[in-house]
């Protein structure tokens, strides 16, 4: 059976995205709908990517952390934290509120 097991790495990927994207499932769900909560959402989003583009900027020049070199990277960071990160502060969070 090659290939029929994840690799650490690989289960850290798939962590990265979808416990924040079931967070913001779950949420939503408990929640219910709400007036305006797409526009919430929508500005919560355009908020942190910038963010948190800003903290990894100022982490490349001050080494506060590092990440594997695997898979895809934007700015030195992995592009599933980036997305996890940001469905995590962006729609989880808001979700609540």
């Known amino acids: 059976?090659?290939?029929?097991?994840?690799s650490t790495a690989e289960w850290e990927s798939a962590a990265a995205?979808?416990?924040?994207?079931?967070?913001?499932?779950?949420?939503?769900?408990?929640q219910g709908r709400?007036?305006?909560?797409f526009?919430?959402?929508l500005l919560s989003l355009l908020w942190v990517a910038p963010?948190?583009?800003?903290?990894?900027?100022?982490?490349?020049?001050?080494?506060w952390w590092s990440f594997s070199?695997?898979?895809?990277?934007?700015r030195d960071m992995p592009?599933?934290?980036f997305a996890g990160?940001?469905?995590?502060?962006g729609l989880s969070l808001r979700s609540r509120g």
């Open 17 to 30: 995205v979808y416990l924040p994207l079931a967070a913001a499932v779950i949420a939503r769900l408990v």
């Open 85 to 89: 990160w940001i469905v995590l502060w």
């Open 39 to 41: 526009a919430a959402c």
């Open 34 to 37: 709400r007036k305006r909560q």
């Open 51 to 63: 963010t948190l583009l800003a903290l990894q900027t100022m982490n490349i020049q001050t080494h």
């Open 79 to 81: 592009v599933v934290c």
């Open 1 to 6: 059976m090659t290939g029929a097991y994840l």
């Open 69 to 74: 070199d695997d898979g895809a990277k934007f």
